[in-house]
Structures are given as C-alpha cells and as structure tokens.
C-alpha cells in the first residue's frame, strides 16, 4: 500500500529503543530516567474524588457543543484568571489534538511553523502530519539559555503561519523571561503571525528564575493573536482522561468560529471528562503539590550524589519534570545512554533527542519514585 509523504519512511526504531525492546522481551528490570507517565510513578491519586468527578448522571444524555460542554470551558477559564470567561476557551481531547487544530486553522500545506530548540520532539511530526515543515530555531546558549529572537525573524519567512514556544521549556526548564516575551510579542505582532504558547507545566516551577514570568497571561493584553495550551495531562497528572484546551487571547478571540468549526467535525472531546473538568481542576492543585515535592525530592538526591562527582553537573530546572546533567564531552551522548542501557539496565535520553545543540547532555526525568531514582543516579554517576 502506498501512504502519503506526511507519514515516515520507515518505522525502523532508533538503536536505544532496539536495545530497550531486546531488554524487555527478555523480562529484564529496567531503571527508568525517562518516565513522564505520571500515572506510573506512584502518585497518590485522590481515588474516590476522581470516581466521583467521573460518575456524572449527566452523562447520559449527549448535547454536543463544538466548543466543548460550558461547564468545562467556565471552569478552565476561572482556573487561569486574569477576566477570561468561556468564550476564550476550545476544548481539545489533548494539547496535541490542539497543535493539530491550530494548525489546520493557520496554515495551508507546505507553510511552515517556527519552534526554538533544543524542544519537545513531537512538533516535528505533529507539524508533518498537517503537511508543513516545522523549522526549528536554536536557542543561544550562553550560562543559560536564551530565545534568539533576531534569528527567529531570520527565518520568517511567507511560508511562516505561526511561532511556537513552550513555557518552561521541555527538557530546558527555562521559563521565558519578561523581555524575551516583549522581543517575541513585538516580532510576532510586526511579522502579523500567531504565538502559540504551550504551558502545559507552567504549574511546575521548581528553581528560581529571576526576570521570568510564570505565564504569557502575565504580559500586558497581547496585540497579536496568542492560543495557550494546557491539560489535564501535566495540569492534573490525569493524560489518560484525555482533555486539553486552547485558550484565545487578544485577537485570537476572532478564532473561536472557525476553531469550533474543526471541532465540530470529529467531536472528540469526552462529555464524561467534560462533567468531571469542574471537580478535576479542583483536585489538581493538590496533586502538583504532590509532583512538585517529588521532583524537588530527586533533584536533593541528585545533588548529593553530585558533590562527590566534580566533572558531573546539572543545569537548573526553573521548571517542569526534568533535568540535563552535564557530562565530559569524551563519548558521544548516544553511545554514553546505549552502554548504560547495556551494561546497567538502566535507560536515560541522550540530549540530541531534544535537539541539545552540544554533546555531553543526558536528560533524566525527575518524576520516578525516589527510591528507583536514587538507586538509578546512584549507577548513572558511577559508570560515567
Ligand atoms: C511540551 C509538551 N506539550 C504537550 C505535551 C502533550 O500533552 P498532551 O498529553 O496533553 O497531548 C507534552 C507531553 O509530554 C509536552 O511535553
């Protein structure tokens, strides 16, 4: 069968997942620095109160709204403050579906969008599968890491149909400082194209950043048109649930009809997951409390097992759920993770996933339970 050119040539997995797989069918235990599934982190979920949230009566009749149910769409609003009402808000069955709906909404096939990096790998493909190109941007790394907002205007060009930032940044943590938003808000409004600001581990700062601004919704009425993103996935630590939003902000309002338009068609939204938003998003400022202590938890035993390794460092994680640590730039970062792999059983990405620009990064997860990250560190610093 022949399949179109947005999909990939082959589905050969990368030499890290072969091994893995090889692992795996031979029942071998494995140390996880890689884990984002909060469901299989040993979080304490308030069981009873989600079954309650989604055991609503209401379920049983079907009045769909493109938009997503308003009782959902109220509450995410009330969530995020700052005089946002429902008319703000369209429902997604993730943040993903959201990237896809936005950009059927802003671009035509062979239009491009534009996304810093190093960043999450999946922008490549979600863009791809909409047939356009994304073109990533590198981040200027100086002592920290900075958006180059001279090269993101270097690359418009009139294929550009939207920028791209996630803040904090995965894996980097950065969260965008107050005037690298006025550099982007400023391009962005001058070159007449959309921000798209992913925020979906906004409720995770861990490590101070001075000069940062936790959310775009923090800058003053934007000029140009901004679609944040979140869910329940990092939000609530619930991806299994599946909901997500966008919310339209300054004259990205005039995107409500047409976005409720692609919605309409496919009406993906759960109305179980809807009825049960209002009690979700209640519960969730408790299970990020829970995250935001594990994760400062592992990052102490991380420390610890630091000091006593002078030519290993960490980055700082202003936020989200991970951590590069810094390693002698002697073998290649994907051959360092393939023999830890081997040799220790234990599995932790190299930084070029994400597009770090230099080798002798490893980036771990900060989520597993900390006896499991512990013990991993504990062999990660030892066999480096
Ligand atoms: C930056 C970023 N955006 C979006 C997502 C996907 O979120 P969802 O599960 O809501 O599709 C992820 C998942 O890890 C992510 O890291």
């Keep these: 069968m022949r399949h179109s050119t947005r999909l990939p040539d082959n589905y050969f997995p990368n030499p890290l997942t072969r091994r893995l797989r090889k692992l795996n069918s031979a029942s071998a235990p494995i140390l996880d620095l890689t884990v984002s599934n909060p469901a299989e982190c040993g979080i304490d979920y308030p069981r009873d109160d989600i079954l309650a949230a989604i055991s609503n009566s209401q379920v049983f009749s079907y009045k769909p709204d493109p938009r997503g149910l308003e009782c959902a769409r109220a509450a995410i609003a009330k969530m995020?403050?700052?005089?946002?009402?429902?008319?703000?808000?369209?429902?997604?069955?993730?943040?993903?579906e959201a990237y896809s709906m936005l950009f059927k909404l802003l671009a035509n096939p062979g239009d491009n969008i534009i996304v810093p990096s190093p960043s999450y790998p999946l922008f490549e493909w979600l863009a791809r599968l909409e047939g356009l190109a994304c073109v990533t941007v590198p981040t200027l790394w100086c002592d920290d890491w900075r958006l180059d907002i001279d090269a993101l205007d270097g690359v418009c060009d009139a294929n550009t149909k939207a920028i791209v930032v996630v803040n904090p940044n995965n894996p980097t943590g950065q969260f965008i400082t107050e005037s690298e938003w006025f550099g982007l808000l400023e391009l962005a409004t001058e070159k007449n194209l959309p921000l798209i600001v992913d925020e979906v581990f906004a409720p995770y700062p861990i490590e101070c950043q001075s000069e940062a601004l936790r959310t775009i919704l923090d800058v003053s009425a934007p000029e140009c048109s901004v679609f944040l993103l979140s869910g329940l996935s990092k939000l609530a630590l619930l991806p299994q649930l599946k909901l997500g939003w966008i919310v339209m902000l300054g004259p990205a309002s005039a995107a409500a009809e047409p976005l409720a338009f692609i919605a309409?068609?496919?009406?993906?939204?759960?109305?179980?997951?809807?009825?049960?938003?209002?009690?979700?998003?209640?519960?969730?400022?408790?299970?990020?409390?829970?995250?935001?202590?594990?994760?400062?938890?592992?990052?102490?035993a991380?420390?610890?097992?630091?000091?006593?390794?002078?030519?290993?460092?960490?980055?700082?994680?202003?936020?989200?759920?991970?951590?590069l640590i810094q390693r002698p730039d002697i073998e290649d970062d994907e051959s360092c993770a393939l023999r830890l792999l081997s040799d220790f059983h234990l599995l932790i990405y190299p930084g070029h996933f994400f597009d770090i620009?230099?080798?002798?990064?490893?980036?771990?997860?900060?989520?597993?339970?900390?006896?499991?990250?512990?013990?991993?560190?504990?062999?990660?610093?030892?066999?480096?």
């Design 357 to 384: 620009p230099k080798n002798g990064f490893l980036v771990a997860s900060l989520l597993p339970e900390p006896g499991v990250f512990e013990k991993a560190i504990r062999i990660l610093t030892e066999a480096i």
């Design 80 to 96: 995020h403050g700052h005089y946002l009402g429902p008319e703000n808000i369209q429902l997604t069955a993730s943040t993903s």
């Design 302 to 323: 991380l420390d610890e097992a630091l000091k006593e390794r002078p030519h290993l460092s960490r980055r700082p994680v202003y936020g989200g759920w991970s951590v």
């Design 264 to 300: 309409d068609q496919y009406l993906s939204v759960s109305a179980i997951t809807a009825y049960a938003a209002p009690q979700l998003l209640a519960i969730a400022p408790q299970l990020q409390s829970q995250v935001i202590s594990r994760l400062k938890k592992n990052l102490d």
